[in-house]
């Protein structure tokens, strides 16, 4: 064959099989050209994962604190995000709020960290957010062409990673939370006395809020697959094939989402937490 | 000419040797406006270094000879223009990391061959022949992105999987294939599942997509600008899913008997 592409037994030359040598294994096996470091990028290819780990750090941290504090949550006609809904029996008193006391009163823990473990698992699982600890906090790679600094790799095909495949199941539940904290947002609606027809800032604060947090929820590569990426053809069904094609627009910007969304709930959440307090009172509009 | 009165010197590592050892060389080098990397590889042989071994052939981006690193980074050496880099600045060429070096910059990429043959064809509908098939715009409109690859095999030189990990060569077919997978899975008219052939499965059971952890490498590195990992690889992984690990898409095409 004039390409000199025709088959041929695996040897250590083809390169399907060498395993490393004694010498060293990756971009140092022997039958790789010789260069001693482990990579030869100039420009700041470090910056990348080391902004992303200190955004999900200082992320980590915040709702850490704020998940288990168990206080200052709600400030009507406003609750925080992490605390919503609010399950257990020594939820905060909400008027029309969605505090259901589903759990009884043994749970005697933070209402939020009966919610808090399904956001948390949808985003933990999020194609985006794999990529980005992966890169910030595992270097499995720093960053591309950067060699990384473990011995194996198994990628996802075993316990515990291979886990990530259940992000759908976190994305049906995160269409619920989402929900729940668009009823929020609709609440908001009322002024502190709880009579409808108010705004005030933090109403803004929360509309922010849930349109990135659907906007991040719609975008989800799992969101797109099961409205219609999962087809083989898409003639057949017109409208799950436009809906596809919506899905994916968001798509294209699910990793800006994916941080918007964070800050914003973040945000939204110390708000709540600012007027709980009593250090800041809420601008009312009308 | 303007031209020739923007030629500056620029500093050049390129690397040079073979299987057996090597390293870096530094040249100097006149580079003039408008050229890109491959035109000063080109001057150095005609001019300081005959013998340095090159592979390319179009010198436009499409035939995906002239893969190489520079400055660290996988590119193709005729598609990255000089004006991208200071002038002072040391441009750095060497081999791709992840295959087998030849000689200078010139790798064995007869992995990728291997493992494009060990990926199932598209398998023809039977009840059609060539020339009838018939496919609506919006069915192929997937596929055809993926059909832009120009094999730089840039993809495959960048994941990490195989780059970092010797040892997973034999396992994982890489992005580019993955991407043929996905390619195939998508297509209306193949008829593999009719034959028994689930492409769904076998990508994660035979070509190693667990292996993949979607830090999107490939897709930054990639000259046709295939956003490979969120359209290939992710629904590929989407798609092994329904196979593998969830009873409820399972449940319901066990109950409704559906094919596909």
């Avoid at chain 2, 223009?81 to 070096?101: G, H, K, L, Q, Y």
Wanted: net charge positive.
């Amino acid at each position: 064959m004039a390409t000199g592409t025709e088959p041929q037994p695996h040897t250590e030359a083809s390169g399907a099989k060498g395993a490393a040598g004694p010498s060293g294994t990756g971009v140092h096996a022997p039958s790789r050209a010789a260069i001693p470091a482990r990579h030869l990028r100039t420009d700041r290819w470090w910056l990348y994962p080391a902004t992303t780990a200190a955004g999900l750090f200082a992320f980590v941290v915040y709702s850490t604190w704020r998940a288990f504090a168990n206080a200052d949550y709600y400030s009507a006609p406003y609750v925080s995000p992490f605390y919503s809904p609010c399950l257990a029996e020594n939820c905060h008193p909400m008027r029309g709020g969605p505090n259901w006391d589903v759990f009884g009163s043994w749970w005697g823990l933070s209402p939020a960290l009966l919610i808090l473990i399904f956001p948390l698992g949808f985003r933990l699982t999020c194609y985006y957010y794999r990529k980005a600890y992966y890169r910030g906090f595992w270097a499995s790679p720093p960053a591309c062409a950067v060699a990384e600094p473990h011995k194996k790799y198994t990628g996802e095909t075993r316990f515990p990673l291979i886990l990530q495949n259940i992000h759908r199941y976190f994305f049906y539940f995160a269409v619920l939370v989402a929900g729940i904290l668009t009823y929020d947002t609709v609440l908001t609606f009322r002024n502190a006395d709880y009579a409808w027809g108010h705004m005030g800032l933090g109403t803004l604060v929360f509309l922010v809020n849930i349109v990135l947090i659907w906007a991040y929820t719609l975008s989800c590569h799992s969101c797109r697959h099961i409205v219609g990426g999962r087809l083989r053809h898409f003639s057949k069904h017109p409208v799950r094939y436009r809906l596809w094609g919506w899905a994916g627009k968001l798509n294209a910007r699910h990793a800006a989402l994916a941080w918007a969304s964070l800050i914003s709930v973040a945000a939204a959440d110390f708000y709540v937490f600012l007027l709980a307090t009593g250090a800041f009172d809420d601008p009312r509009f009308f | 000419m303007s031209a020739q009165s923007d030629a500056y010197k620029a500093h050049f590592r390129i690397w040079r040797g073979d299987a057996d050892g090597g390293g870096l060389t530094d040249f100097r080098v006149e580079v003039n406006d408008g050229e890109v990397v491959l035109d000063i590889i080109h001057r150095l042989q005609a001019t300081q270094a005959p013998d340095l071994a090159v592979r390319w052939n179009c010198k436009a981006g499409k035939c995906g000879s002239c893969s190489a690193e520079i400055n660290g980074r996988p590119r193709l050496m005729c598609m990255t223009r000089m004006s991208v880099f200071e002038r002072d600045e040391t441009v750095t060429v060497t081999p791709m990391r992840a295959f087998p070096v030849v000689r200078d910059l010139v790798t064995d990429v007869s992995f990728n061959y291997t493992k494009a043959r060990e990926i199932p064809g598209f398998v023809p509908p039977p009840d059609l022949a060539p020339g009838d098939y018939r496919m609506r715009q919006e069915d192929v409109g997937r596929s055809q992105e993926f059909r832009k690859c120009i094999e730089c095999f840039l993809c495959q030189d960048t994941c990490h999987v195989v780059r970092d990990h010797e040892e997973n060569k034999a396992a994982f077919a890489g992005p580019r294939f993955l991407m043929r997978i996905a390619e195939l899975d998508m297509h209306p008219l193949d008829a593999a599942p009719e034959t028994g052939l689930d492409r769904k499965r076998t990508a994660q059971e035979n070509h190693g997509l667990g292996h993949c952890n979607i830090t999107k490498c490939c897709t930054e590195v990639c000259p046709e600008h295939i956003r490979i990992t969120d359209n290939a690889l992710i629904p590929l992984k989407e798609r092994a899913a329904d196979r593998k690990y969830d009873p409820l898409v399972w449940l319901g095409n066990k109950i409704r008997r559906r094919k596909e």
